[in-house]
């Protein structure tokens, strides 16, 4: 008896104590209830209303017009139309829930056997498997959260799911669900994935089709069409299955419907314009801060241009070789460019990023340095064997033309005589001249160097020649015009500063006449179209590069061909197929400008006149010329010729073994000697007879 006793003595303190934990958790639970309730009425005070909800965007669109505001193409988010919720067909609302959250229409925005299901899975797994969220979380989620995995962003996701609940209907939140939820390929919302996927509108949608959207939400990237078909296939019949086992479609349904069969919408093609937008869009960064708001972005491109430039390329290039074209507008403006032959095959921009030798194109930075430093066109330069150093070079054929007038020397880009002239005035001012016209790649200063053996881009080399064009006045290439939001506020615009002078004017004159008789009588005659044109052709050692460079009626197009490996290409040089395609494209791009003379009058300064008989005029400094770093140039005009041989760097075999200057004088129609300036020297007599035609050119 005593025993018992003390059983129920010791018993009752237990059950008081059992009891009172009960009671206190009973009342931890209703104090978090109230403010689970508390909290969740008060982020519903806090939420937006619904129209502002579809109108908040998901991601920064941007559309990227051309020069006329036609539309090239669109990058980032694309929404398409908002589709309200009885226009959305129900074979896309029931394939949704089906997949997403079978219990939509009965839980209060958190589904708890949901969450025990992904507890259960997480403990069986040892991972995170699945997440149990409701489609009403993953709308909160998707419209204020990220993805990071923490239980705080998940405690936030549920209570936010619970607020937007007591806010919203269920057809509301479906729908804002299904207008706002990323699918991949860059759409947001059904309507931009069926238009981006099946070319039409998400009202069309059919069981198969809402089947392979409805699989995309679980991970946009990896079932998109888009990136992979035959994953987006599988996953569409995984859902068929999952609707067939909810109820939403019947056996016979799922079996007839074959999402294999579904008509995908061809893949937009990527042109050549990819070329220009690659290039022209990273700069976005640096003109705006905008990254929210949808965005238009007017460029410099001209279609007409674009396409007459990738049929010159793709049709002129050598076979195995690759080409790059671009153009540049008097202003900087960027209104071709073309980085190879097709962009699909290969996206690899030669235009911006290929670094390669430029032959004799080099030569203008030579004769502009020769005439800045007092050289004039007509200037007598004798044109044979030279060795400086350990360095021969030669011309094509070891031919040559003894005495001839320094534009003769241009126009048939004359190794030797570039030679002579970069010995004479020094290569760091050739050097120094290159940098000042905008060329970034490394420039080596060896003698050499006059003949172009240093590596450049073409985008600055056709940007060096634009500067020429402009009269010496700095250009830079620019691909943006405009940025703008889709209100119509501007958030940038361009503006083109020409106050940045980097020859004096009768420089830019001099190579002008220079690169025009290239043209019109040397090696550049294939580029001409028909109406005034300066340029300069370039070739490399064994025909692995070339090169034609020049402007006309205020557009510079610059062109290169060769191949990505180096490797010689039979027949290419500089005024052969480069300069084809030049004219080829030129003819096409400014066919509707007005056809523009050239100024090549030199208006000389005072130090460079012929002295007369009151006073006599001396060069600046008495004759001594600095480079950037202040270092002096010699400038001596004596050129010592003594050893012959070398090699050849640019021309073929088959030039004139005599120049016919006369002819070149009457082409250009300078057969009268200017007042200021004694008479031209003829060039020396030959054994071999002269031409009885136009003598063929050096490339």
């Known amino acids: 008896m005593a025993r018992g006793k003390k059983s129920k003595k010791t018993a009752g303190p237990i059950r008081k104590w059992f009891f009172r934990l009960i009671k206190a958790g009973a009342f931890v639970s209703l104090m978090a209830v109230v403010a689970l309730v508390i909290a969740v009425y008060v982020a519903r005070s806090s939420l937006p209303g619904y129209e502002d909800l579809k109108s908040s965007p998901n991601g920064q669109m941007i559309r990227v017009l051309d020069v006329s505001g036609k539309e090239l193409f669109s990058m980032g988010p694309s929404y398409g139309q908002w589709l309200e919720y009885n226009d959305i067909p129900q074979v896309m609302k029931d394939a949704m829930i089906a997949v997403e959250d079978r219990r939509y229409e009965s839980h209060p925005g958190v589904d708890p056997i949901g969450i025990a299901r992904s507890v259960y899975v997480r403990t069986q797994r040892g991972r995170w498997v699945q997440g149990g969220s409701t489609i009403t979380q993953q709308l909160a989620r998707n419209i204020f959260l990220n993805n990071s995995r923490t239980f705080a962003r998940k405690g936030r996701e549920i209570l936010l799911a619970l607020a937007l609940e007591r806010k919203f209907s269920k057809e509301q939140i479906l729908e804002l669900y299904l207008n706002k939820v990323y699918y991949g390929g860059g759409a947001y919302g059904i309507d931009a994935a069926s238009r981006r996927f099946f070319a039409h509108s998400a009202k069309d949608l059919s069981l198969g089709e809402a089947a392979i959207i409805a699989g995309l939400v679980k991970a946009p990237s990896r079932y998109s069409p888009t990136a992979d078909a035959k994953a987006a296939i599988g996953r569409a019949t995984v859902v068929l299955e999952v609707m067939q086992d909810a109820g939403a479609i019947t056996a016979s349904q799922a079996a007839s419907t074959k999402p294999a069969d579904v008509a995908m919408a061809p893949e937009p093609r990527q042109n050549s314009v990819r070329y220009f937008t690659d290039w022209a869009l990273p700069q976005l960064d640096l003109l705006i801060d905008e990254t929210v708001e949808p965005i238009e972005v007017w460029t410099t491109l001209d279609l007409g241009m674009q396409r007459a430039a990738t049929t010159a390329i793709q049709s002129g290039a050598p076979a195995g070789a690759q080409g790059a074209l671009v153009a540049i507008d008097r202003d900087g403006a960027v209104r071709a460019m073309v980085g190879g032959t097709d962009y699909v095959t290969s996206n690899y921009n030669r235009a911006t990023q290929a670094m390669r030798q430029p032959g004799s194109a080099w030569k203008v930075f ?10 004039t066109p007509n200037d007598i330069v004798t044109d044979q064997p030279i060795q400086i150093g350990d360095w021969a070079p030669r011309n094509s054929g070891d031919r040559y033309a003894g005495d001839i007038s320094l534009r003769t020397a241009f126009a048939y880009s004359k190794n030797t005589v570039a030679a002579a002239i970069g010995n004479d005035i020094g290569t760091s001012s050739v050097a120094n001249m290159a940098r000042r016209f905008g060329i970034q790649t490394p420039i080596d200063v060896n003698p050499s160097m006059v003949l172009g053996t240093s590596d450049v881009r073409l985008l600055d080399m056709t940007r060096a020649f634009a500067s020429i064009g ?7 290439p620019f691909g943006i015009t405009k940025v703008e939001t889709i209100d119509g506020e501007v958030l940038y615009q361009s503006k083109f500063d020409g106050s940045r002078v980097l020859v004096d004017p009768w420089v830019s004159a001099g190579i002008t006449d220079l690169m025009q008789t290239a043209v019109n009588a040397g090696t550049g005659r294939a580029a001409q179209i028909g109406r005034p044109v300066a340029g300069k052709t370039g070739t490399t050692s064994s025909n692995k590069d070339g090169w034609f460079l020049g402007f006309s009626s205020g557009l510079t197009t610059g062109v290169w061909m060769g191949r990505d490996d ?38 000389l300064p005072d130090w460079q006149l012929e002295p007369d008989a009151e006073e006599l005029y001396g060069a600046p400094e008495d004759g001594i010329y600095v480079d950037e770093n202040g270092m002096p140039i010699e400038t001596g005009r004596g050129i010592d010729y003594d050893m012959e041989g070398g090699q050849a760097a640019d021309g073929p075999p088959d030039a004139p073994p005599q120049l016919d200057q006369d002819w070149i004088d009457s082409v250009l129609g300078r057969d009268e000697q200017p007042a200021n300036e004694g008479p031209e020297q003829p060039a020396p007599e030959s054994s071999d007879p002269p031409p009885a035609v136009r003598p063929e050119a050096e490339e």
């Open 470 to 476: 402009a009269k010496g006045i700095a250009i830079t």
């Open 566 to 603: 180096a490797k010689r290409v039979g027949g290419l040089q500089g005024g052969r197929a480069p300069a084809a395609a030049f004219a080829a494209f030129m003819k096409v791009a400014v066919a509707k400008r007005k056809v523009e003379k050239f100024d090549t009058e030199l208006v």
């Open 366 to 375: 030579v004769y502009m340095a020769a005439l800045e430093a007092g050289y």
